[in-house]
């Protein structure tokens, strides 16, 4: 299994540029996330999904947007890049049957993060 | 409101000599806890978690976390400490019930260095 992965590692966007992180994973997992990491913040979650077209919003959900019409594929959009969304993006999945109920407690697998830097 | 308290930016122990990361936390109802590890330019990757039964919960790479629910707190312990264990580490807790749907909720991560 690959796991979470993401693409692309590395983007550089000039402000006003939009873009799409991608993130796919192969576990079968319902739950699945954006999180971005600011240095000496933590992770502070953008958006969430708990299946196939449901997304929610996270903390942080300002300047992005999010689908999920499959299962295996998480995209993040970026409208009208800011330099306020210069970060390190990372998206992670979980799986639970506890839908309706708070999600369980499995971890969450992560994928190796793309580094974002708009100018 | 949900959150985690990470008092320690950073955490400096010689190799062989035990280590002790620190994790406080606040919670609505019973918390499901996490230890998670960075190394640099990577992912997170799970070590260890807390969800019901005995305090003292063993995880990878011989890290171990005791769960103390008067003092909420989760702190990350290992009796030898490696100079490879020297990476960011993150605590994470999420409540048991509510509407967060298996959000997890970070604390800002304490940089290990193990020096040899």
């Known amino acids: 299994n690959a796991g979470v992965t993401q693409t692309p590692k590395f983007r550089i966007l000039k402000i006003g540029q939009s873009m799409t992180l991608q993130c796919a994973q192969d576990m079968n997992h319902n739950y699945m996330y954006w999180y971005r990491q600011d240095p000496g913040m933590g992770l502070k979650l953008i958006y969430y999904s708990v299946g196939a077209g449901i997304t929610d919003k996270g903390e942080v959900p300002n300047g992005y947007n999010v689908s999920r019409s499959t299962t295996e594929y998480f995209p993040l959009r970026l409208e009208l890049a800011a330099p306020s969304q210069t970060s390190v993006y990372f998206c992670?999945?979980?799986?639970?049957?506890?839908?309706?109920?708070?999600?369980?407690?499995?971890?969450?697998?992560f994928g190796p993060g793309t580094r974002l830097t708009v100018l | 409101a949900q959150s985690v308290a990470q008092p320690e930016d950073q955490v400096n122990v010689a190799e062989g000599n035990p280590l002790t990361v620190k994790c406080t936390y606040s919670?609505?109802?019973?918390?499901?806890l996490f230890w998670y590890v960075q190394y640099p330019n990577r992912g997170l990757q799970f070590l260890l978690k807390?969800?019901?039964?005995?305090?003292l919960v063993k995880g990878s790479y011989g890290f171990e976390a005791e769960f103390n629910k008067s003092q909420t707190s989760f702190h990350l312990k290992k009796p030898s400490a490696l100079v490879s264990d020297s990476a960011l580490y993150f605590c994470a807790v999420r409540p048991d019930r509510g509407s967060t749907l298996g959000r997890l909720y970070f604390g800002r991560g304490t940089q290990l260095t193990v020096w040899p």
């Open positions: 919670v609505s109802g019973n918390p499901y």
């Open positions: 807390y969800i019901t039964g005995d305090n």
């Open positions: 992670a999945s979980s799986y639970s049957v506890f839908v309706t109920s708070g999600g369980g407690y499995n971890e969450q697998f």
